[in-house]
């Protein structure tokens, strides 16, 4: 006798239809004045765009705390449907699809006491999802002092020029150039 297997055994397409949400990738209050872009692509071992990967993040709120708040998936009173963000409230966490062209955006705010946003990968062919880290600027950290020059610099969100606020993140998920990913036990 064999059981069916878990959502965490198969692969997709789980990504794309159930956990998405409302503005997943609009994490800063709206017009707030400190919002940064993250964006990026996720990329295969041949560089080739994942159209139907999840990216999901993570971060502290400017001033340090790690608190989080609730808001991120609000539901309709009446229906019960999943209507999103309410665009005040800061949660820390972001949940977006990449597109087509495998790219993803987040809208947040720089992270406090830390140089990074915390980044997992969920995509075909992986049993797991990945964790990483998308540091905004190049700094004496534990993590990138580790790492040979090459493989830091696949953590290093780029600012684009002319821009400000606006960093890029590709993920790479095999292959060369591969970001670097981190284990956790």
Sequence with gaps: MSLAPTPSQTVGPFYGYALPFA??????P????????????????AGRPVPDALVETWQPAPDGSRAGRPGSLRRDPVTGRVIGRDGVTFTGFARVPTDA?????VRTLPPGGVPYVSVAVFARGLLRHLYTRAYLKDTADPLLDSLEPDRRATLLATAAPGAPGTHRFDIRLQGEGETVFLEFS
């Design 101 to 105: 062209d495998g790219h993803w955006t």
């Design 23 to 28: 503005g997943g990738g609009e994490v800063a």
């Design 30 to 45: 709206a017009g707030h004045p400190d919002t940064l872009v993250l964006h990026g692509y996720v990329l295969d071992g």
